[in-house]
């Protein structure tokens, strides 16, 4: 037997038992530890929920514990972008979703698109219109053009992030890995994308369009009357500038603080005593939102405070009508195994693409109250 087939042999072996250590540990896991010290605490208690990890992911696993020196097959078996980075596997990548969904704000509330390039051509059309009458009696019919608009281009922008993991960390269970990469990914992302979602300067500054600088939504704003405060008819003002067709599924959007403020609000008489219950009202069925003045009202905190600013400090609409989010297939990541080695830790560089944009911004889908300075 020559070298060549010994260390064939010896890499086909070294494979094996490090399949038959990640299942001895997998069924450990199941076995053995509490509930309490999982990521996602009863959806990845091992006891009840098996997380189904493919050859592509035990692969992308084995990279991640090992970079370079994962086993030869692992790296074949993985799937690179342009860039070079691994694509991240299908387990993780849904995790991963699945916390950008829960955490993001106006994910739970805006339209939504996958696309597999980095642009969306957007041409608008003009609408149709129809008229009553019978053509037997000579009525004429309603003609009318569909005129489409110039076309657009909406970008979808490249987001990046980085988590640190310690190397003791890289020895737990396929399970703990994979729901701890899963969750610190998903986290890095959803911050990033509230933000950008809210207040992003564009594809000129390599971000979402934000609602809140929309110039259409702004010049249309509703302008607060007393700095620093929060009144009911300016919130009353915002829900009847929004169309009688799109107000059903409205949302109010405000910054904790303003909401602090808004519970405090209750219904007074012509002569300012306090005659009714407050405005702002608990939800009594879990998966739906609290309200104020019947609409659904959510806190985002990269909305602006009472701080006596011409900002925008509320959002109020029908998001699945006025705000649309492209996503681009596929999260890579890059694993940095000397950067950070000084201090025990591993790096991995998270890149995402994602995009957004206002739909048409002057059907009033949205609209914004700006603080009076």
């Not at 509930?35 to 006891?47: C, S, V, W």
Request: proline letters at 3%.
């Amino acid at each position: 037997m020559d070298l060549e087939q010994i260390l064939e042999e010896a890499q086909v072996e070294v494979k094996r038992m490090r399949e038959l250590n990640d299942n001895h540990e997998i069924k450990l896991q199941r076995e053995l530890l509490p509930k309490a010290h999982l990521p996602f605490g009863p959806a990845y208690d091992p006891r009840t929920r098996t997380l189904e990890l493919k050859a592509e992911d035990l692969a992308f696993l084995d990279y991640v514990r090992h970079g370079s020196n994962a086993h030869p097959d692992s790296i074949k078996a993985l799937a690179e972008d342009a860039t070079g980075q691994y694509l991240v596997s299908p387990v993780i990548t849904r995790e991963v979703e699945r916390v950008v969904e829960e955490l993001v704000t106006i994910r739970a509330l805006a339209s939504k698109r996958s696309i597999d390039k980095d642009r969306l051509q957007v041409r608008g059309l003009t609408e149709v219109t129809m008229a009553w009458g019978k053509l037997e009696t000579g009525t004429d019919i309603e003609e009318s053009d569909l005129t489409p608009s110039a076309p657009v281009y909406k970008y979808v922008e490249d987001l990046y992030g980085l988590s640190k993991i310690g190397e003791d960390e890289l020895e737990d269970s396929d399970v703990n890995l994979a729901g701890y990469l899963a969750d610190s990914f998903g986290r890095a992302i959803a911050e990033k994308e509230n933000q950008a979602f809210i207040k992003g300067s564009g594809h000129d500054n390599n971000q979402p369009d934000g609602i809140t600088l929309d110039a259409t939504l702004a010049a249309a704003a509703v302008t607060g009357a007393a700095a620093g405060a929060v009144a009911v008819e300016e919130f009353l003002e915002m829900i009847y500038q929004v169309p009688a067709a799109y107000r059903k599924g409205s949302t109010f959007i405000v910054n904790s603080l303003t909401e602090l403020e808004l519970r405090k609000l209750r219904w007074k008489d012509a002569a300012g005593t306090y005659e009714g219950g407050f405005l702002w009202q608990s939800s009594v069925q879990a998966g739906t939102p609290n309200t104020f003045l019947g609409y659904g009202i959510k806190c985002d905190d990269n909305m602006e405070t009472l701080a006596g600013t011409e900002k925008c400090i509320a959002i109020f609409g029908n998001f699945q009508r006025g705000y649309k989010i492209l996503d681009r297939k596929g999260i890579s990541i890059q694993r940095l195994s000397e950067l950070y080695a000084e201090a025990g830790l591993i790096g991995f560089k998270c890149h995402a693409r994602v995009g957004g944009y206002l739909i048409k911004p002057s059907n009033k889908a949205l609209v914004l109250l700006t603080e009076h300075a």
